[in-house]
């Protein structure tokens, strides 16, 4: 299963890009996984919020390819626990989908053309967090998320 994770920007504080890191390197050993970090839009301050989301979107939507599985993860998405998550992802992997396409937006969200290719929309939580913490939730929840297929014992632990 190949597993992409794209997102806006760099992460700024060190202990965020450590422990995503800490769960990269623990995903090799699970499935093909490749985190895509977009640069920040040039000149951002001057540009209206739709302006801002249509520039990233464009942005996020590149090289996406008409077979694969694009998730958004967006406040108004599906939630689920960590066992239906795990159960879904497994589903996903056994279609014919190129790639799994996880999408974060900037700070105010997806524009009309990323909401239009997702084949899906997950929630991690009811609350909003910024885009450089989702880095970590994520990722640490699709590595769980890959222990419980495997039936290790990494989400009991």
């Not at 942005?59 to 795990?86: M, P, Q, R, W």
């Not at 990722?139 to 495997?150: D, G, N």
Request: with cysteine; proline share 2%; charged share 25%.
């Amino acid at each position: 299963m190949k597993i992409e994770f794209r997102s806006i920007g760099k992460t700024s504080f060190a202990y965020l890009t450590e422990g995503v890191s800490i769960y990269e390197k623990r995903l090799k050993h699970y499935i093909s996984y490749q985190s895509v970090i977009i640069p920040d839009i040039k000149n951002a301050k001057n540009l209206k919020p739709r302006q801002l989301k249509e520039k990233e979107g464009t942005a996020l939507l590149n090289k996406i390819e008409s077979g694969d599985f694009v998730i958004i993860l967006d406040e108004k998405g599906k939630s689920y626990t960590s066992e239906k998550f795990a159960a879904f992802l497994e589903k996903q992997s056994l279609m014919s989908h190129k790639r799994i396409i996880f999408i974060v937006g900037g700070a105010f969200g997806f524009s009309e053309a990323v909401y239009a290719r997702a084949n899906s929309k997950l929630a991690l939580s009811d609350m909003t967090f910024s885009h450089q913490m989702i880095r970590l939730f994520f990722t640490e929840q699709l590595y769980r998320a890959c222990t419980i297929i495997k039936g290790e014992p990494y989400h009991n632990s």
